[in-house]
């Protein structure tokens, strides 16, 4: 049987543990990781290259394998003392101006997962060019792979140099003042000592939920989506918290839960959080957001007098144009953002911490806060959906939307197609669905939002329809 091919995908590489993520694979990744820095970065080099790794099983054991490899081909390494939020890999890398970082974590995904995530100089998640030529080194049967040994790699403890650049990020002095109380999920990851930390020096009472390491995460994703935190929920009931916050397996995504229990999207946060940002910080610059990620984003920027910037799925390509252009914030329906001047990757512990800092300026709840913006714009609803195809049909279903795409869904004519990534068809007013196939997965997602809650379950139907007519 052929072995896979060591491959990139939206961020990073990942696969099962023992299965197609060994120990041999991850060496040949670093070994081209290593032969990349060194042809790319030759001006930096000798500054190093940091490796960080998360909770899962053996992770420690794959990011001192990968920082072995690094070190035999003479090349400095900061290997970090324990797991470590991916943000604040990408932190270490600016400020060191490191030739790059790895970071051993698959984030959210199953417990039976690992991967790898290379950043290069800039510190954002590497681009597809770059992708491109680490995959054809690592693959390459010629690759020449050289023996582990650890006479430059180095041990280092990141934390209080990304506390304290997260102390200047947010007003913490306004969070206490306000006397909050949240309770906090950690979902066995690498965001403990770090969010939850900053909450208990800045908050009045603060729970706090699954903080310490599990490499089975309880059974369960480590992902902070709505049916995950049913126990942060619970704890808030109980003890009558203000704000429920979470991050994932490698502290690079957050999840919002609002004082009634009810969960708060990702597209709303990053709404919110365009807006509380410009009026309490007065940035001037745009707004990055993917092409699956909410037009609430869209109208309220129109309002406010903010430029839009769509990306495709990926959040390298929100860093890219951060690096490009003053951007007040960028983010992703699927959990991810960072700010102004802050670091071109998710950072979950800043966005849960400038959740916090908006309630307390507020003095409101998520919901108030947000109907308030409702108004000011119209409501919008947005929503996912899925459908289970097999390749063979997965393949027709491509052909047909690059060949003929459909002209309209019910009675909704197409008023524009987007194929940036996927296919976004947008039917007038705030009416839009957008299909988009999985590169790993006999999976087609589907993304849309419509100006009323009917109407969207309608859309999500119609493409469910169009989608299964293959």
Same mark, same amino acid.
């Given at each position: ?5 060591? &491959?990139?995908g ?15 694979r ?9 032969? *990349? =820095?060194?042809e ?12 960080? *790794? ?12 990968a ?16 797991d ?15 030739a ?6 698959a984030?959210? %995904? ?8 290379f950043?290069p ?5 590497a ?11 690592? %693959?390459?049967?010629k690759?020449?792979?050289k023996?582990e ?13 990304y506390?304290? =650049?997260i102390?200047?990020?947010?007003d913490l ?10 309770g906090?999920?950690?979902?066995y990851g +690498? ?9 208990k020096? %800045?908050?009045?009472? =603060? ?6 390491r599990?490499?089975?995460?309880? #059974? ?16 808030? &009931? ?5 704000? #429920? ?16 229990? +009810?969960f ?28 699956? +990620? ?10 406010y ?51 916090l800092e ?6 409101k ?27 063979e ?13 459909p ?21 007038? #007013?705030? %009416? ?6 999985s #590169? +790993?997965e006999?999976?087609v997602r ?12 309608e859309? =999500? ?6 989608i299964?007519?293959f």
């Amino acid at each position: 049987m052929t072995e896979a091919k060591i &491959k990139f995908g939206t961020s990073g590489w990942r696969g099962i543990i023992s299965d197609d993520f060994t120990f041999l694979r991850v060496q040949k990744a670093a070994q081209a990781i290593a032969k *990349y =820095v060194k042809e790319k970065e030759k001006h930096i080099i000798n500054n190093g290259v940091i490796v960080g *790794y998360d909770t899962r099983f053996l992770s420690e054991k794959f990011a001192a394998s990968a920082a072995g490899v690094l070190s035999a081909n003479g090349i400095k390494v900061l290997l970090t003392k324990r797991d470590t939020p991916t943000p604040v890999i990408s932190y270490e890398i600016i400020k060191r101006k490191l030739a790059g970082g790895i970071n051993i974590t698959a984030s959210h %995904n199953p417990s039976s997962y690992n991967g790898l995530k290379f950043s290069p100089s800039w510190g954002g998640p590497a681009l597809p060019e770059t992708t491109k030529i680490i995959e054809q080194y690592a %693959n390459d049967p010629k690759l020449e792979l050289k023996g582990e040994n650890d006479r430059k790699v180095l041990s280092l403890d990141p934390r209080e140099e990304y506390l304290k =650049v997260i102390k200047e990020k947010v007003d913490l002095k306004l969070i206490k003042k306000a006397g909050l109380s949240a309770g906090v999920d950690l979902l066995y990851g +690498t965001g403990r000592e770090y969010l939850d930390l900053l909450l208990k020096q %800045n908050c009045k009472k =603060v729970t706090v939920l699954h903080n310490y390491r599990d490499a089975y995460f309880g #059974g369960g994703s480590p992902e902070p989506r709505e049916e995950r935190l049913a126990e942060l929920k619970a704890a808030m &009931k109980k003890e009558k918290l203000q704000l #429920g916050l979470a991050t994932d397996g490698d502290a690079d995504r957050y999840g919002i839960i609002d004082k009634d229990g +009810t969960f708060i999207t990702p597209n709303e946060i990053l709404s919110l959080l365009m807006v509380y940002l410009k009026k309490s910080r007065g940035w001037n610059g745009c707004v990055v957001r993917t092409v699956a +990620t909410t037009h609430f984003v869209d109208a309220l920027a129109e309002k406010y007098g903010i430029p839009v910037r769509e990306t495709p799925v990926g959040f390298k390509y929100i860093g890219e144009i951060m690096m490009q252009e003053p951007m007040i914030i960028g983010g992703e329906e699927s959990g991810g953002l960072t700010i102004y001047k802050h670091i071109p990757e998710k950072d979950g512990i800043l966005a849960c911490l400038l959740v916090l800092e908006m309630v307390a300026a507020e003095k409101k709840s998520i919901r108030e806060i947000l109907k308030k913006l409702y108004a000011e714009v119209g409501y919008i609803a947005t929503g996912k959906g899925s459908a289970i195809l097999s390749e063979e049909k997965k393949q027709k279903l491509v052909k047909a939307l690059e060949k003929k795409p459909p002209v309209k869904f019910g009675s909704y004519p197409v008023e524009r197609l987007i194929t940036m990534d996927g296919f976004k068809f947008l039917l007038g #007013g705030k %009416n839009w669905v957008m299909i988009r196939l999985s #590169g +790993t997965e006999p999976l087609v997602r589907i993304y849309a939002e419509a100006d009323s809650d009917k109407r969207l379950a309608e859309l =999500v139907k119609l493409a469910k329809k169009y989608i299964y007519s293959f």
